[in-house]
C-alpha cells in the first residue's frame, strides 16, 4: 500500500497548483468580463449572505471572456484547472478511503 501514498502524494502536489491557477485565472477573467458585462457577474451570486454559486458560471465567464477578447490561453487554463481540482479531490477523496481501509 505504499504506493497508494505516493499516488496521494502526487496528486496533492497537483492539486496545489491547479487551486491557485483556477483561482488567479477566475479573478482575471472576471475583471475582464464585468467591465463589458457585469451582470453576468452579479449574477453568479444570488444571495450575498448565503453564496449560491452556479457552477455554470465558469463556463459562461470562460465564453463571455473569449467574445470579449480571442486569447484562449486564459480561458483554457481557467477549464483546465477547474477539472483537475474537480475530478483531484473525488479521486483524492476516494484513494484516502481506501488506503484507510487497507490500514485495519
Known sequence: ???????????????????PLFIFSTFYLVLVVKKSNCELVKDAVRS???P?????????????YLNIRKNIVPALVNRVA???????????????????????
Open 82 to 104: 477547474f477539472f483537475i481540482i474537480t475530478i483531484g479531490f473525488f479521486l483524492l477523496f476516494f484513494l484516502v478511503f481506501i488506503q484507510e481501509l487497507f490500514r485495519y
Open 52 to 64: 449560491n454559486f452556479d457552477l455554470s458560471f465558469f463556463g459562461k465567464l470562460q465564453k463571455e
Open 1 to 19: 500500500m505504499d504506493y497508494l501514498g505516493k499516488i496521494i502524494d502526487i496528486l496533492e502536489i497537483i492539486l496545489y497548483i491547479a487551486l
Open 48 to 50: 450575498p449572505i448565503l
